[in-house]
Nanobody
Framework: QVQVVESGGGLVQPGGSLRLSCAAS????????MAWYRQAPGKQREVVAT???????NYADSVKGRFTISRDNDNYMVYLQMNSLKSEDTAVYYC???????WGQGTQVTVSS
């Protein structure tokens, strides 16, 4: 199993940027498509972005063109660069293999003036 620890969240003004980090452990990481999810208050958790072992990425329509997912296989890291943030991006963000596994504690992102 891949275990994860997310970090990098915080409070940012609309239009601002944040970079989230996900430190992974477990030998399956190198073979796992990784995903960033988010859960806003009162809403279901949703997939924001995914990245394959070869670096191919996919995005939810709501973040396309603003968010960029990347990974560093040598250092067991996954990143989410978030630009042009909007209030509707406010949520707890989680990282996990797309095929499943334990959830981390998440990192809170709050976009507010």
């Amino acid at each position: 199993q891949v275990q994860v620890v997310e970090s990098g969240g915080g409070l940012v003004q609309p239009g601002g940027s944040l970079r989230l980090s996900c430190a992974a452990s477990g030998s399956d990481f190198r073979f796992s498509t990784m995903a960033w999810y988010r859960q806003a208050p009162g809403k279901q958790r949703e997939v924001v972005a995914t990245i394959t072992t070869g670096g191919f990425s996919n995005y939810a329509d709501s973040v396309k063109g603003r968010f960029t997912i990347s990974r560093d296989n040598d250092n067991y890291m996954v990143y989410l660069q978030m630009n042009s943030l909007k209030s509707e991006d406010t949520a707890v963000y989680y990282c996990r293999p797309l095929q499943g596994g334990p959830w981390g504690q998440g990192t809170q992102v709050t976009v507010s003036s």
